[in-house]
């Protein structure tokens, strides 16, 4: 797989406040990169140095080879991108947007007309290309400023918070769109919605006060919680305590937990591995009938925390 994004030492600083402090890390073709991180992480500051918007105090970019510092026309060139907010001239209409964006990226005639049709085709704003944008919805607004983002077809997206203000429906199509596009791009979306980390992304960087503190799928970020591969189980016509101690004398069972309404318990296992087949055969040795069992994958917004404010995990 080709590098399309790479990071070195990447820092900005404002005074003494360290906005970016030593970012490293890189994206490759296929890949799409959700950056998480809390309010005033770092994520847009880190965003803003990769599209050249703002120079760094130390490190390096390159996007598509091309260094922000030395070549800045040619990563322009070669990225798309969706700043926070999606800002776009009021008056204009989306069809004058973006026609007028495809002018600055050097299109015209025929291919400008097919940019701009192809543009709005995908980010589903066709319906309204010809009302002003004063007077679009923030979810019409964010997708204006996602075809604009998309209209050159380029090999990079930076798209910051690009389901931000839309409603479920619309923020369907946007995951499409993107999941569409990832095959021959390499994308990185700044987000704070955790549930963009399994419709979208197939690797995640979690960064706080400026640095890294998470780089892996989200597999390996689910894996992180104290709920992987915990299971929930209730069995019927058995007392709880009966079914609690039973549950506690199990070998690979570390702790058991009673859900409230009657509703089981929740078990964890003690080597962290799935346990679910294990359980239900012990279970169904004992001769009692399972109402119901299921394995969890992780709790992410426990793990954000947990990488997010240094807060330790619950000993289980």
């Known amino acids: 797989m080709t590098l399309r994004i790479e990071i070195e030492d990447l820092a900005k600083h404002f005074g003494a406040i360290k906005a970016v402090d030593g970012v490293s890390f890189s994206v490759k073709k296929g890949e799409v990169l959700g950056f998480l991180g809390p309010n005033g992480a770092g994520k847009s500051t880190t965003m803003k ?47 004058g947007f973006l026609r007028f964006i495809a002018d600055i990226r050097g299109l015209s005639g025929a291919d400008k007309k097919r940019a701009v049709a192809y543009a709005a085709d995908r980010a589903q704003i066709k319906t309204v290309m010809f009302q002003p944008i004063e007077t679009l919805s923030k979810g019409y607004k964010r997708r204006v400023g996602l075809a604009q983002a998309i209209l050159h077809n380029p090999p990079v997206l930076i798209l910051d918070e690009p389901t931000d203000g839309l409603d479920p429906n619309q923020k369907h199509e946007v995951r499409t769109l993107i999941n569409d596009m990832a095959h021959d791009k390499a994308i990185i979306i700044s987000t704070h919605i955790l549930e963009e980390v399994n419709a979208m992304c197939t690797r995640n960087v979690v960064i706080a006060n400026g640095q890294i503190q998470f780089d892996g799928t989200p597999i390996q970020l689910e894996a992180m919680s104290d709920y992987h591969n915990a299971v929930c ?5 058995v007392d709880s305590n009966a079914f609690s101690a039973f549950l506690n004398n199990l070998q690979f069972i570390a702790n058991v937990e009673l859900l409230t309404s009657n ?54």
């Not at 055969?281 to 109402?291: L, P, Y």
Request: proline share 6%; aromatic share 8%; charged share 20%.
């Open 49 to 95: 140095m990769i599209t050249g918007f703002l120079a760094p105090t130390r490190g390096t970019v390159r996007v598509c080879g091309h260094d922000v510092l030395t070549d800045p026309i040619s990563v322009k060139a070669s990225l798309g991108y969706l700043p926070e907010g999606a800002p776009a001239y009021a008056d204009m209409t989306p069809d």
């Open 233 to 237: 189980v209730a069995v019927a016509n």
């Open 263 to 316: 509703r089981g318990f929740r078990v964890y296992p003690a080597n962290g591995q799935q346990i679910t087949v294990e359980l239900s055969q012990a279970i169904r040795g004992n001769g009692w009938e399972i109402d119901s069992l299921y394995a969890e994958n992780g709790r992410l917004d426990e793990v954000f925390r947990t990488i997010t404010t240094g807060s330790l995990r619950s000993s289980i």
